[in-house]
């Protein structure tokens, strides 16, 4: 695996390694971060913080399982614990600077976007971070039971439990409101 | 037909971000610096720490196994004669020598509880299954080589088929070992002793019947499907092994 | 650096041993009080990540320790309240030995012997098997195994048993030394080991936490019942039968210098004194223990 010839460089003292390292995960972090965060400075801030603390445990190359999913295990307890603390009053900036840059899309593309994206948030909390993980993150169901702790069984019957509660409201007509819900 | 309800919520949430290079480059500097400042100390390897406890081992229980392989062969050869040796109480010997050394190797495994060491040893880096494995690793490997000896010399002096008594023991070391393995892997460190001493009675109850009712389980007749069995066991060891010496099924069972 | 604790049960067939215990953790000394049986020892176990919980979390500094497995125990140091040693094992032995376990280089491990020799006392007795040593040099061996790996969180259960008041001193100077920086949690039933050191405590009473807070937070709730006094011997007797007596004193004329506990004074000349956290261990363990003898 890549990522573990990089981190045997790295604990060799090549520390371009590390570049790589990032180049590899920080973007998919960051994007993780993206859809829990109220903007995208704090986004940054929690995807930062995230690969931080990471790297404390790389230099023992310890830590149980894949570097990915260590990544994401700690991603989801970062935006947690910010969800608690740091972003509760937080008054969100219109992202001048913004570190994403949005591709121009259809107008319909767009709506659904909305309307998706709505439905998603409202999902109960595990059953909404088990589908991010699946669908927007793209991870495997074997990673995901990793990083949720929790059984295979247990995430394949969340992610169809989330499908049919969205394919209800899909039916129904879902919302027309684009509004983002925060919690 | 959740598919198609699958596929649009992929499409929706398919990647129409990127993330700025400045961003990513910021974070490459950070993570630069962060990596300077906190290096911790490599620690040793497994391997290392495998070797390192051979020293522990010491020297005592290499004597109680030396005698308790040669007095066997000794009182054989004195009183009886190797003439009496056929080919099914060769293989009987030895593999109860197997299951006899083995139990006997089980105190020592079993030191850490005896001495109460074992908390100490469970709150370290390595921790208690790893050095349940070492310890494992480094006795039958001890014990392999003295019943092999035995063997060579039970063959240069009876007509014993060394090849069919070899296959014979290995498959009774591998049924053994693993069984050991598999304790430490899924047993409470307080409960070990009783269900290793278990299961080596039990091992040894089978070997006395199958000597008793099935007259050809150790003459060669079924050599191949022994054989088979053997090699099982030895991919299944090493699969067990690793699993121990990886980090994944690090846990540390101590009751209260 | 933060050590948080959410929710953490361990249930038994026959009891609860932690019940839904949560705290959160910050560098400096913590002192876990509590009367023996009330659950430290176990909660300490879940720390040490030696003890898988019934249920609930450690996080520490927001990765769970179940994540970090091996990686945590690597910054951790142990020292459980009952120990043993192998026979054949002289301290230096031990020590090494035990410096393998944590995955220490060769190097590292003599240089970090000689400085915890050194720093424990324990220079002239390195080639000395264990088993001969008095209990307290015992003990400190035990904290010095503890220390090897310089570990970012200590924990110390019952670290000062069987030490006597001298080297007790000792051991909370090296302590407070060891604690700038880092989180150190020692469970006692002896409250003046804590007193002075620890930041802050927490209280624990049949498996659950009942108070945590610093001393002098802590020390708030029996302002007003905590008095002192001169009696007779007689009258002592009979105070001692009526009340919580916390510490007895014969003087040299023939009366007993009394320090007790109770919401109302008891004898006309008692006046409040000044409450320690020893008093609200008393307070809150009636008889539980022998402090203040």
Redesign the interface.
């Known amino acids: 695996m890549r990522e573990e010839v990089l981190i045997k460089n790295?604990?060799a003292g090549d520390?371009s390694a590390?570049?790589e390292?990032?180049?590899m995960y920080?973007?998919e972090i960051?994007?993780y971060c993206?859809w829990h965060a109220p903007d995208a400075y704090l986004a940054?801030d929690a995807?930062?913080?995230t690969?931080?603390?990471a790297?404390?445990?790389?230099?023992?190359?310890?830590?149980?399982?894949k570097f990915k999913s260590?990544l994401y295990?700690?991603a989801v307890?970062?935006c947690i614990?910010m969800h608690r603390n740091k972003w509760r009053e937080h008054v969100s900036f219109e992202c001048i600077n913004c570190?994403?840059?949005?591709?121009e899309?259809g107008f319909e593309?767009a709506a659904?976007?909305l309307?998706?994206?709505e439905l998603?948030r409202r999902l109960e909390p595990a059953m909404q971070e088990v589908?991010i993980l699946r669908?927007?993150q793209d991870l495997k169901l074997r990673e995901i039971a990793v990083i949720m702790?929790m059984p295979m069984r247990t995430v394949q019957s969340k992610l169809?439990q989330a499908?049919?509660e969205?394919?209800v409201e899909?039916l129904k007509g879902g919302t027309a409101d684009g509004k983002k819900d925060r919690k | 037909m959740e598919k198609k309800t699958e596929n649009r919520i992929r499409r929706a949430f398919a990647a129409k971000e990127q993330v700025k290079e400045q961003s990513v480059n910021n974070m490459i500097l950070l993570a630069r610096t962060h990596w300077n400042e906190n290096i911790r100390k490599e620690n040793i390897h497994f391997s290392r720490f495998l070797l390192a406890q051979v020293r522990y081992i010491g020297w005592k229980i290499w004597i109680i196994e030396l005698v308790v392989t040669i007095i066997p062969v000794f009182i054989l050869f004195k009183f009886l004669g190797w003439h009496t040796i056929t080919q099914t109480t060769a293989v009987f010997l030895l593999c109860c020598l197997t299951i006899a050394i083995s139990m006997l190797c089980i105190p020592f495994i079993y030191r850490s509880i005896y001495y109460q060491m074992y908390e100490i040893e469970a709150a370290t880096f390595f921790s208690i299954k790893k050095l349940l494995l070492s310890r494992i690793m480094i006795l039958s490997v001890g014990e392999l080589v003295g019943i092999i000896g035995v063997g060579i010399v039970m063959s240069y002096n009876t007509p014993v088929d060394f090849r069919n008594s070899m296959v014979c023991m290995l498959f009774l070391f591998g049924a053994v070992w693993n069984g050991v393995l598999r304790l430490v892997r899924k047993v409470e460190m307080e409960k070990l002793c009783r269900y290793f001493l278990a299961y080596g009675f039990g091992l040894l109850f089978v070997m006395t019947m199958l000597v008793r009712f099935q007259q050809h389980a150790f003459d060669g007749t079924f050599y191949t499907e022994i054989f088979l069995g053997s090699c099982i066991f030895l991919g299944y060891g090493v699969y067990q092994g690793r699993l121990l010496a990886r980090w994944s099924e690090d846990v540390c069972c101590v009751r209260a | 650096m933060e050590l948080r604790i959410e929710h953490i049960t361990k249930e038994y067939k026959d009891k609860l041993a932690v019940d839904d215990v949560s705290l959160t953790i910050t560098p400096g000394v913590w002192g876990l009080l509590g009367a023996n049986g009330a659950g430290k020892t176990t909660l300490m176990k879940m720390i040490a990540g030696i003890m898988t919980p019934t249920s609930g979390k450690i996080i520490y500094d927001g990765i769970s320790i179940g994540a970090l497995k091996g990686s945590y125990r690597d910054i951790f140091g142990y020292l459980p309240q009952e120990f043993g040693f192998y026979p054949e094992f002289t301290v230096k032995d031990y020590l090494e030995y035990v410096a393998v376990l944590k995955g220490l280089t060769k190097s590292d491990t003599k240089r970090k012997i000689a400085e915890l020799l050194e720093r424990l006392s324990l220079g002239d007795v390195r080639k000395k098997r264990i088993v001969k040593l008095s209990g307290g040099m015992k003990r400190r061996v035990g904290i010095a195994q503890a220390l090897l790996n310089d570990p970012e969180i200590l924990v110390l259960d019952e670290p000062t048993s069987g030490l006597d008041p001298g080297e007790r001193i000792r051991f909370r100077n090296l302590l407070s030394e060891f604690a700038h920086d880092r989180i150190v949690v020692i469970s006692t039933h002896i409250v003046s080991d804590v007193e002075y050191i620890a930041n802050q405590n927490a209280i624990m009473k049949n498996g659950k936490i009942i108070q945590t807070g610093t001393t002098e937070s802590l020390v708030k709730n029996i302002i007003g019942k905590v008095w002192r006094c001169h009696v007779s011997d007689r009258e002592a007797g009979r105070l001692e039968r009526e009340v919580q007596v916390v510490n007895l004193k014969n003087e040299p004329d023939g009366t007993t210098a009394l320090r007790y506990l109770a919401d109302e004074k008891k004898t006309k000349d008692s006046s409040l004194a000044e409450p320690r956290l020893e008093d609200l261990y008393l307070w809150l363990f009636p008889q539980e223990s022998g402090v203040g003898r």
Do not use: C, H, W
């Open positions: 790295l604990l520390s590390m570049d390292l990032v180049r920080y973007p960051l994007r993206m940054e995807a930062q913080e690969f931080l603390k790297i404390k445990y790389l230099g023992r190359g310890r830590f149980s399982g260590f295990k700690i307890n970062t614990d570190e994403m840059d949005y591709v899309t593309d659904d976007k309307m998706i994206e998603v589908a669908f927007r702790e169809r499908l049919k969205i394919k899909l």
